[in-house]
């Protein structure tokens, strides 16, 4: 008689013995494996179809999406709702960096990544300005993108190390100015709880270590982030620092 095979023991073998010991465990490997979905800007046809390749090839990610230019980004992304975008700077008709303002304003929560050749300060901080929640250079490794994906859909802020030196800078430069005679009366609005997180996010905090150091869950921390935007008028953690700061 021919044996048949259910898709719950198809699974069952496929999972190391061991885990199955634990039943706690074994919901952790099933999370951690659940798959990324990813949307791509990038008008380089070249680069558009390698990087759709390696996502679609790498388990645990899927390419939602691959448009050439920001208006055709901006009209299906809102609809798609990826987990994460990858976005270039230098297209055609209308730069990453006003594409990325336009999706935050509809898509407040929509974890956007800069994969770009620029490594100038202008376009870092109009990036990050605009709502880019990470930025990295197109050298970067294929294993050291996929982290970078990884990373941001978790809640961090990834960059390359140039970059993130250059935000080091950045702000060293910001702490030395004199701080605005009259203080942001948007941050009298915030609760107490919503002090904490933001001033945690300007200490550069991910929303991981946030909810860990407030005690809190993670999708509490992102809660709070988009009130704290909403409250403050900014669609960025850059803005938000800089308003906290006085700056």
Known sequence: MRSTSSPASKVTANINVGLLRSPQQ???KRRVARTIQVSLVEDDP?????LSKMIDGTPGFQCRGAY?????ALKAIPANRPDVVLMDINLPGMLGTE???QLKAVAPDLPILMLTVYDDSEQIFKSLQAGATGYLLKRTPKEKLLEAIREVNSGGAPMSRQVARRVVQYFQ?????PPTAQR???LDTLTEREGQVLAA????HAYKEIADLLNISFETVRTYVRTIYDKLHVHSRTEATLKYLGR
């Open 26 to 28: 074994f919901m952790s």
């Open 173 to 177: 430069q910001i702490n030395a100015l």
């Open 184 to 186: 942001a009366p948007e």
């Open 99 to 101: 594409c990325v303002r």
């Open 46 to 50: 070249g680069v558009r179809a390698n």
């Open 68 to 72: 050439a230019d920001g208006p055709s």
């Open 201 to 204: 996010l300007a200490k550069g």
